[in-house]
Nanobody
Framework: QLVESGGGLVQAGDSLRVSCAAAGGTVNKYMMAWFRQAPGKEREFVARISWITAYADSVKGRFTISKDNAKNAVYLQMNSLKPEDTAVYYC???????????????WGQGTQVTVSS
């Protein structure tokens, strides 16, 4: 079970951190990732973490993914937010290490992030 929190309405240039609470052992066992989906668009990869991290080009240098195995939590720190970052952000867990949402087996319900200009 994955539960996201921390979304909200911010202005362009602001920072926001979203969190994902996972069932025991999930964070340590699986590849953890963040995806996002804007209205009318497909769900897109944002970042993933296991022992290494990877980012979409659109967020590289602005977003940081991290995890806390003891707390079974994954975080996405988002800095210098832009209006185009507006989307529902989803936490995902899976056994593979790709950037395709179909490679992930478990999903949270999502948290809305809205960036105003």
């Amino acid at each position: 079970q994955l539960v996201e929190s921390g979304g909200g309405l911010v202005q362009a240039g602001d920072s926001l951190r979203v969190s994902c609470a996972a069932a025991g052992g999930t964070v340590n066992k699986y590849m953890m990732a963040w995806f996002r989906q804007a209205p009318g668009k497909e769900r897109e990869f944002v970042a993933r973490i296991s022992w290494i991290t990877a980012y979409a080009d659109s967020v590289k240098g602005r977003f940081t993914i991290s995890k806390d195995n003891a707390k079974n939590a994954v975080y996405l720190q988002m800095n210098s937010l832009k209006p185009e970052d507006t989307a529902v952000y989803y936490c995902a867990a899976g056994s593979q290490s790709g950037r395709n949402p179909y490679e992930y087996d478990y999903w949270g319900q999502g948290t809305q992030v809205t960036v105003s200009s």
